[in-house]
T-cell receptor, first 115, second 111 residues
Framework: GAGVSQSPRYKVAKRGQDVALRCDPISGHVSLFWYQQALGQGPEFLTYFQNEAQLDKSGLPSDRFFAERPEGSVSTLKIQRTQQEDSAVYLC?????????????FGPGTRLTVT | KQEVTQIPAALSVPEGENLVLNCSFTDSAIYNLQWFRQDPGKGLTSLLLIQSSQREQTSGRLNASLDKSSGRSTLYIAASQPGDSATYLCAVQTYGQNFVFGPGTRLSVLP
């Protein structure tokens, strides 16, 4: 079956532009996570959804970052007025069941470069 | 706040060697620990998941152990191959659901 997919795979934005990154989780997966991975570092948590509810957004670095999952499936991470420090790979992961020690499946990521 | 570290940061070995990658975490209140592999420019591939009640998991040439009380995990790779070259990431899942990742170990297996 299909895994987690993300689009676009690569995005170049000029500083100050808004961008939208899409994540299609595995069908039926309840939980969805967004992570940010800077070059040479491990991923860092941004936000977590259980179905359409955003239960944790403690990792979002500023109010320029916004995520939504309106129908409990596809999610979009939006970054407004991009800055150079936003350059990173943005990873999406999904998990079948909420509230437990269940495996997370990761997408290939979107590499964002802000010039 | 949970912190995860990995040692060594980089490792280069000749093909055929057995090797051990180390992961440490500061808070033992975890749901599980997961080892991932990441190839350059790619996403994460799950290798092994160890639940907090388990001591180890095995898959093929890979064996991962977990000592929750001491905050440590090791990933053992037997008979390494050039195709094992990648970055290996350790991550712990906290009760807040999200994973906290270590910085990774970059492994090069030379033919």
């Amino acid at each position: 079956g299909a895994g987690v997919s993300q689009s676009p795979r690569y995005k170049v934005a000029k500083r100050g532009q808004d961008v939208a990154l899409r994540c299609d989780p595995i069908s039926g997966h309840v939980s969805l996570f967004w992570y940010q991975q800077a070059l040479g570092q491990g991923p860092e948590f941004l936000t977590y959804f259980q179905n359409e509810a955003q239960l944790d957004k403690s990792g979002l670095p500023s109010d320029r970052f916004f995520a939504e999952r309106p129908e409990g499936s596809v999610s979009t991470l939006k970054i407004q007025r991009t800055q150079q420090e936003d350059s990173a790979v943005y990873l999406c992961a999904s998990s079948l069941i909420a509230g437990g020690p269940y495996e997370q499946y990761f997408g290939p990521g979107t590499r964002l470069t802000v010039t | 706040k949970q912190e995860v570290t990995q040692i060594p940061a980089a490792l280069s070995v000749p093909e055929g060697e057995n090797l051990v990658l180390n992961c440490s975490f500061t808070d033992s209140a975890i749901y599980n620990l997961q080892w991932f592999r990441q190839d350059p420019g790619k996403g994460l591939t799950s290798l092994l998941l160890i639940q907090s009640s388990q001591r180890e998991q095995t898959s093929g040439r890979l064996n991962a152990s977990l000592d929750k009380s001491s905050g440590r995990s090791t990933l053992y790779i037997a008979a390494s191959q050039p195709g094992d070259s990648a970055t290996y990431l350790c991550a712990v899942q906290t009760y807040g659901q999200n994973f906290v990742f270590g910085p990774g170990t970059r492994l090069s297996v030379l033919p």
